[in-house]
């Protein structure tokens, strides 16, 4: 059975970073590109990065891009997302999610995910 574990969220200043981490089980996180959306109250869950399987082909969203970095260790079976510059717009549930799909492009909407983990709150506030 697979399962993603998420940590390193919290509540954090504007302005300040955090690393959250994706932990698989079950099977090795190398057989899945990798990405991370989140979702805030009332709100559709938004795809905000995604990864290939062998690390070398990444996507993010435009409110993202230059701020965050995603990048796995499969050696480790993680997913990392380090969230720079944090911003207010920021706060929301992150979750970790798996595609066991081969594709030519990676997937941005929810629904072409396999797994999800249960999610990881950050919180952006003065």
């Known amino acids: 059975q697979v399962q993603l574990v998420e940590s390193g969220g919290g509540l954090v200043r504007p302005g300040d970073s955090l690393r959250l981490s994706c932990v698989v089980s079950?099977?090795?996180?190398?057989?899945?590109?990798m990405a991370w959306f989140r979702q805030s109250p009332g709100e559709e869950r938004n795809f905000v990065s995604a990864?290939?399987?062998?690390?070398?082909?990444?996507e993010y969203a435009d409110s993202v891009k230059g701020r965050f970095t995603i990048s796995r260790d499969n050696a480790k079976n993680t997913v990392y997302l380090q969230m720079n510059s944090l911003k207010a717009e920021d706060t929301a549930v992150y979750y970790c999610?798996?595609?066991?799909?081969?594709?030519?492009?990676?997937?941005?909407?929810?629904?072409?995910?396999?797994?999800w983990g249960q999610g990881a709150q950050v919180t952006v506030s003065s």
């Open positions: 079950g099977r090795a996180v190398n057989a899945f590109h």
């Open positions: 990864i290939s399987r062998p690390g070398g082909t990444t």
């Open positions: 999610a798996a595609d066991v799909t081969a594709r030519s492009r990676l997937a941005e909407k929810p629904g072409q995910y396999d797994y």
